[in-house]
Nanobody, 128 residues
């Protein structure tokens, strides 16, 4: 059974940091590109960052560029999203998603329709 589980969310003050984890089970993470998405109340789910299965390509939304870093540890079947200099507008439920490719490549997308496996989400609240 393919499963993604996010963790690491919580309440943090503006300017603080959090590291989100996305742990995979039921499949070999190394074949999958991973994306991080977020959804704030009343807004559509939008892409934050992605990482190709080769680990070569990363992409960040303009709103998080320079503050967030995506990385992966295939041995631990985990993808991370390090979030620094957090702002109140980063408050949202954060989701990770995965899509499998038959070959190792540099494909990475932050479009929700590009992914077919999703986690349940973890809440991030940035507030003083």
């Amino acid at each position: 059974q393919v499963q993604l589980v996010e963790s690491g969310g919580g309440l943090v003050q503006p300017g603080g940091s959090l590291r989100l984890s996305c742990t995979a089970s039921g499949f070999t993470l190394s074949s999958y590109a991973i994306g991080w998405f977020r959804q704030a109340p009343g807004k559509e789910r939008g892409g934050v960052s992605c990482l190709s299965n080769s680990g070569v390509t990363t992409y960040y939304a303009d709103s998080v560029k320079g503050r967030f870093t995506i990385s992966r540890d295939n041995a631990k079947k985990t993808v991370y999203l390090q979030m620094n200099s957090l702002k109140p507008e980063d408050t949202a439920v954060y989701y990770c998603a995965a899509v499998r490719y038959t070959n190792i490549n540099s494909i990475c997308s932050i479009k929700t329709g590009s992914y077919n496996y999703w986690g349940q989400g973890t809440q991030v609240t940035v507030s003083s």
